[in-house]
């Protein structure tokens, strides 16, 4: 007897500024990259990924400057390197409005917003929506952002975590616990809209915050957003086994091989929670280049990668891994340069590359652009599948050209994945939990779910 195969997940993955991953391409005439500021690509994209049955739409941000490499911001300013960049969470709901069953799924720093600000305009949005809304928790890694927020730097990695933890906590006991599910009665014979008996202040007292409440907002659709996260440190991935519902991974085929992968290893740690392997979802990372034949699409990544911007891929590379990577000889081969006298992450560069006679340049150029999955639908699908094997369960499409990628992928792709029982060819009904996970609160077993009962 055959089983049904697992449904594929899709996210599109972009951000509300000029030139997101794939540095340089912005110059391009066909993208639209330079409309960021206006609201109708961003509406023509919900259309387009509604009607490729995208599951979300995910987009990322950040609240500082890459200002590492050569020591300044010049050259994200210069290459339009996720500066200038506006807030996503404000594009939601016309974007919201435009679609029926697409979510939406936006970033937000712990340290950007007070928990209990955050909290009510994620239940404005989870309302406005009908339950679309997923939040992407992140501890921040720029300095620059440290800085915007008063922090005279940036707090100690471990330090970041553990604010994130009590963040979490007073947003799940303003999602969670402020109101009962029966607060809201609506009697307009009475004249009562809701029954004060029921609705709670929390009462926190922490490290970090001090939130009397009660919640402003009633009872959302999911009451508490879907939630995202993509820490890969060792305590990010506790974090993510605590909270995490689905987590953006960007790992190689080979790395999800063993026992240890980052997918086993946090399955394991939720185990050990009580939560179960089936509550995590991992998102992979793919930048897809799709051609009618293999000669189409190799040309066109070809073309991209004569496009793209090492200066800009340089600036998103330092910012990442706080390490000034101006300080190499670009242009120096790779023959001359001793990798025992650099540092860890660019020892590695210079050692994974097997012909030695090309510049550093070259090597960055072809790491940072080449890691196109270039192919037919067909060869695309297939790549995709071989993920999904090893574990993967869905994936996060990163663009090229926009929307220009997301098209290619949604007439090509998508079509000979619904030909395999991998997509769905329509939604299913209710909030996006509902539709990820087949109910639309947290389950009883998620570490938000406890603080239901405040009284």
């Known amino acids: 007897m055959s089983t049904m195969p697992k449904r594929m997940l899709l996210n599109a993955f972009s951000m509300n500024c000029v030139s997101h991953i794939q540095q340089g391409l912005w110059v391009r005439d066909d993208t639209r990259q330079l409309e960021y500021t206006q609201i109708d690509p961003w509406v023509e994209l919900a259309h387009i990924l509604e009607k490729g049955c995208f599951d979300a739409l ?11 490499y050569k020591g300044g911001p010049e050259t994200s300013i210069i290459e339009g390197m996720q500066i200038p960049s506006n ?54 890694y720029l300095s620059n952002a ?24 007073v947003t799940y006991k303003l999602w969670e616990g402020s109101w009962e599910d029966d607060a809201v009665l609506s009697d307009t014979v009475r004249g009562i809209y809701a029954d004060p008996s029921k609705i ?37 991935r506790s974090f993510a086994a605590k909270h995490a519902e689905c987590i953006f991974i960007s790992e190689s085929k080979d790395s999800l091989q063993g026992e240890s992968n980052v997918i086993n290893d946090i399955r394991s740690q939720a185990k050990q929670l009580g939560r179960r392997p089936e509550d995590i979802l991992f998102f992979q990372g ?12 190799m040309s066109k990544a070809s073309d991209y990668i004569d496009q793209f911007s090492t200066e800009g891929s ?33 020892k590695s560069l210079i050692e994974s590359a097997p012909d030695k006679k090309r510049t550093f ?22 790549a995709l599948e071989e993920w999904q094997q090893r574990g993967v369960d869905g994936f996060n499409i990163v663009y090229s050209v926009t929307p220009g990628t997301f098209v290619d992928f949604i007439d090509g792709v998508v079509p000979v994945l619904q030909s395999r029982g991998l997509v769905q060819r329509e939604y299913s009904p209710g909030p996006l939990r509902q539709k990820l996970f087949g109910a639309p609160k947290l389950p009883d077993r998620h570490i938000g779910a406890s603080y239901r009962q405040l009284t």
């Not at 995910?58 to 590492?68: E, K, M, N, Q």
């Open 58 to 68: 995910f987009l990322a941000d950040v609240v500082g400057v890459y200002d590492t």
């Open 200 to 236: 709670h202040q929390i009462n926190h007292t922490g490290k970090h915050y001090h939130v009397a409440g009660p919640h402003l907002s009633e009872p959302s659709p999911q009451r508490t957003p879907l939630l995202f996260q993509a820490g890969s440190s060792t305590r990010g």
């Open 286 to 297: 793919i930048s897809p280049v799709v051609g009618g034949t293999e000669a189409e699409a």
């Open 314 to 346: 340089l600036a998103h590379l330092s910012g990442g891994i706080g390490i000034d990577m101006g300080v190499v000889d670009l242009d120096q081969r790779l023959d001359t340069i001793d990798p025992q006298s650099m540092r860890g992450f660019i």
């Open 361 to 382: 340049r070259d090597l960055i150029r072809n790491r940072m652009a080449g890691q196109f999955l270039t192919g037919t639908p067909e060869q695309i699908a297939d």
């Open 146 to 169: 440290a800085l915007n927020y008063g922090l005279g730097g940036l707090p100690p990695h471990d330090e970041r975590y553990d604010l994130a933890d009590e963040y979490l906590e």
């Open 87 to 140: 807030d996503p969470s404000l594009l939601v709901s016309s974007m919201a409005h435009a679609t029926k069953n697409l979510g939406f799924a936006y970033t937000s720093s712990i340290y950007q917003a007070h928990p209990f600000t955050f909290a009510r305009q994620m239940s404005t949005l989870d309302h406005l929506t009908r339950g679309r809304i997923a939040w992407n928790i992140v501890t921040t």
